[in-house]
């Protein structure tokens, strides 16, 4: 492939920050209303629209007592997806091809990626640190990947590292052509004898890497560095997304989770009015008659300017009003009644009567936007709200969740691959020059589709309304094993045992009165009824006789050994009257494997 060589027209054109490719406007929108609730800016477009009227200086305030309410909401989000990552099936197996045995120990593939990684130590905390936000804010941003610049030796391997650019940096991009990104480093140049800051550009290409740095106030860059990697293909992946259309070539993408916007919007227009109705209608505001004018103006509301012939102008210590101003914790104060006005009140001060209630009803609007925009991503279980709130709620779609955070997991291995693919090749070219070599030891992602995204709290609900509602037995103890799972997640040792003990009770899921009467009525065997009973204690018997080998043999043969010391339970009773129950004996003796005294 030819080289692509850039004029030096074409080159001041790419610098001069006027120019952009066709997309740069509608990208950049499409990802500050994700970034407006993920990075918690002040929504100043969005509270303007809804108060067109409004004095500069009320608007000041209202940004001034702003708080990011919905940067939580994002937060959130990340967090769960982080949890991809923790998935059972989510695994990076790398392949121990022929070609891996001519790189020295310790320069792998596998070390540089796992171990060695630069900054993040591996690429998947780099993946989960930085690229799931990267993705789920901007889905038109560029991950470019090329050396780290240092000096190198030259018996070294080179540092590719994958380096984010928003859509706001990407001044040009031509898929598997070249792209031209503005970089956020900034650079010292000194013009008459003044040192001043410039700004860096990238251009990549299918061939070559190239830096160029600001040297002077009139736009002119000059070629700072260039790695010609000779690749053949352009060492750039989109984050990308939902596919929202096509513009001369260009594909526009949109965040698989932008349908939370509109919600989070209405929740930051309405949390701006509610600080103002909190201020206004929850706050004591005490009133009395008095005579106290403004010190400047004496009570007129205007005074004399400076300049302008002397023309009167709104007083500035009272904005007009001719009162002494007060603070939101000072009394307000009226004037005494002129001549023939109405007498003074007795007493002649009170308290200003105020409504509440709009505070309350805006409280839960504001709740409720919250959990319309998580639901429409179905994560509606991350709210804090009540999941009874207002007949807005409703029980968690797990197969739309399972979809949704699937397709993301999808978008992430799909990234991942191509960022192996650029260091691999970035690495190992020069030494193992066959390709399909080369791609023989890149590794494979698995894409998970078990995913531990749900809280235990919710888990928690799940089983006991399975109970309460009498369902199926099966199901239950399936809910509790995934509940246990989750709740004893960073416990190993609980969360196996807990697993063993739902997984070998032949009962689990049965409550103590339907045993009783099933055994009772001679619908479960003498075998299961001592295990249920005695699972706890069988258990712990097998750990202390067998090990760890244990846990890891097969489901069938732990039922073996478990049946097994039923058996022997069985036998070291004295009849089988004793362990069936005698009309002498409690059915919750005979579950419990008691004997006849009690004893």
């Not at 290409?205 to 990697?229: C, F, I, M």
């Not at 001549?339 to 839960?364: F, H, N, R």
Request: aromatic share 10%; proline share 4%; with cysteine.
């Amino acid at each position: 492939m030819a080289t692509i060589k850039f004029s030096l027209e074409q080159l001041q054109n790419f610098f001069s920050g006027k120019y952009f490719h066709k997309a740069y406007d509608e990208t950049i929108e499409l990802a500050d209303e994700i970034k407006l609730h993920a990075d918690g800016i002040y929504p100043k477009t969005l509270i303007e629209e809804r108060r067109p009227s409004e004095s500069q200086a009320v608007n000041d305030y209202r940004q001034k007592i702003w708080e990011p309410i919905t940067k939580g909401s994002f937060i959130k989000i990340n967090t769960s997806l982080n949890k991809i990552r923790r998935s059972s099936d989510w695994s990076i197996k790398y392949n121990l091809s022929k070609a891996a045995d001519r790189i020295n120990p310790g320069e792998a593939l596998k070390d540089y990626c796992e171990t060695s990684f630069p900054f993040f130590t591996s690429l998947t905390n780099w993946a989960f640190g930085v690229l799931l936000k990267t993705y789920l804010v901007d889905a038109n941003a560029l991950i470019c990947v090329y050396p780290i610049q240092e000096n190198i030796a030259a018996n070294e391997f080179l540092k590719p590292f994958p380096y984010v650019y928003y859509s706001d940096q990407v001044v040009e991009y031509i898929e598997n052509d070249y792209a031209v990104v503005k970089s956020s480093d900034k650079v010292i140049y000194t013009e008459n004898k003044i040192q001043k800051w410039g700004d860096c550009y990238y251009i990549l290409t299918t061939l070559s890497v190239q830096r160029y740095e600001q040297y002077t106030s009139k736009n002119d860059y000059r070629l700072a560095w260039e790695y010609k990697h000779e690749l053949g293909i352009l060492p750039v992946v989109k984050t990308r997304g939902l596919f929202k259309k096509a513009l001369d070539g260009n594909f526009i993408f949109e965040s698989r989770i932008s349908s939370i916007v509109p919600h989070l919007n209405d929740a930051l227009r309405e949390y701006s009015d509610l600080q103002a109705e909190v201020v206004q209608h929850i706050y004591s505001e005490k009133w009395e008659f008095a005579g106290d004018d403004c010190n400047e103006c004496k009570g007129k509301g205007i005074i004399k300017s400076a300049g302008f012939a002397g023309k009167d102008i709104s007083c500035h210590a009272c904005t007009g009003t001719g009162n002494k101003p007060r603070g939101p914790y000072a009394t307000l104060q009226l004037k005494q009644p002129m001549a023939g006005e109405s007498t003074l009140p007795t007493p002649p001060m009170g308290y200003v009567q105020k409504q509440p209630e709009i505070v309350k009803i805006q409280d839960e609007r504001i709740d409720k936007h919250i959990y319309k925009a998580l639901a429409s991503i179905n994560m509606e279980f991350l709210s804090e709200s009540p999941l009874a709130q207002s007949g807005i709620a409703k029980d968690v779609d797990r197969d739309e969740l399972n979809n949704f955070v699937n397709s993301i997991a999808e978008d992430i291995v799909s990234v991942l691959d191509s960022i192996y693919y650029f260091i691999n090749e970035y690495r190992y070219k020069i030494l193992i020059p066959n390709q399909d070599d080369r791609i023989a030891m890149l590794p494979s992602i698995a894409v998970p589709e078990k995913f531990d995204i749900l809280s235990s709290t919710y888990l928690e609900q799940q089983v006991q309304n399975a109970k309460n509602n009498k369902v199926n037995p099966v199901i239950v103890n399936a809910l509790e094993i995934e509940y246990a799972n989750k709740k004893f997640n960073n416990d190993p040792s609980i969360r196996e045992r807990v697993a063993l003990v739902l997984q070998l009770d032949p009962l689990a899921g049965i409550s103590e009165d339907d045993k009783m009467v099933r055994f009772n009525n001679g619908w479960i065997t003498k075998e299961n009824a001592i295990i249920s009973a005695n699972i706890q204690e069988f258990i712990s018997r097998a750990i202390e006789e067998k090990g760890q080998d244990f846990f890891d043999m097969d489901l069938k043969d732990k039922k073996k050994i478990i049946l097994e010391y039923a058996k022997q339970q069985i036998k070291e009773n004295s009849s089988s009257a004793e362990i069936l129950g005698d009309t002498e004996k409690s059915e919750e003796e005979i579950i419990n494997n008691k004997p006849a005294d009690g004893n």
